[in-house]
């Protein structure tokens, strides 16, 4: 069995500078990296440069939008640490599959936050990295923000997004045998 540690924490609170640290204390060279962020514009795709330029190059790196613990196991990597950054991008991914954007960008489109086709698909993602760890005896290390603390969202969209990732945070921090909430760069030991 494995371990699994959520890094929790607002947006440039520090959680993915901690969880590298983390990862390259406990893995070393032997660290699978999972991006799970989407390049749709040119500003994301200039962080996805200087994320890579960050990490060490001896780390292997997959790009996982979607079904992660698929993409894991088909890299087939002999990584004793795998970082996860970050949960909030997959559960975006899938909710704007089923946002189904229009072409204008200032356009909110509409997505029910009771949609169980949406949750159903953001569950078995959750379900089957649990399970991973589970069956394995790797160390995986999962950042995601924590976007219950803000404003209810004054649109469908934000309130749908802020609900499917809550609920995806409850899920892994059951189930972590440590979970840590980042304020400022400065961790706090949750569990």
Request: hydrophobic content about 45%.
């Amino acid at each position: 069995m494995g371990k699994l540690t959520l890094v929790l924490g607002g947006a440039r609170s520090g959680k993915s500078t901690f969880a590298e640290k983390c990862a390259k204390e406990t893995g070393g060279e032997n660290v699978l990296y999972v991006a799970t962020s989407e390049t749709k514009d040119e500003e994301m795709k200039e962080r996805v440069v200087k994320h890579r330029a960050d990490r060490p190059s001896a780390w292997d790196t997959v790009e996982a939008p979607r079904n992660v613990v698929q993409a894991i196991r088909q890299v087939r990597s002999d990584a004793s640490v795998i970082l996860l950054d970050c949960m909030t991008f997959l559960v975006a991914n899938h909710l704007m599959d089923a946002a189904a954007l229009e072409d204008d960008p200032f356009d909110v489109p509409s997505v029910d936050p009771f949609d169980r086709k949406i949750e159903t698909k953001i569950i078995a993602e959750v379900e089957a990295l649990i399970a991973y760890v589970q069956e394995t005896d790797v160390e995986l290390l999962v950042v995601s923000n924590e976007v219950g603390l803000g404003l209810v969202p004054p649109y469908e969209l934000g309130r749908a997004y802020r609900d499917f990732l809550g609920r995806a945070n409850q899920m892994l921090a059951k189930h972590a045998d440590e979970v840590l909430f980042f304020v400022a760069g400065i961790p706090m030991k949750v569990k």
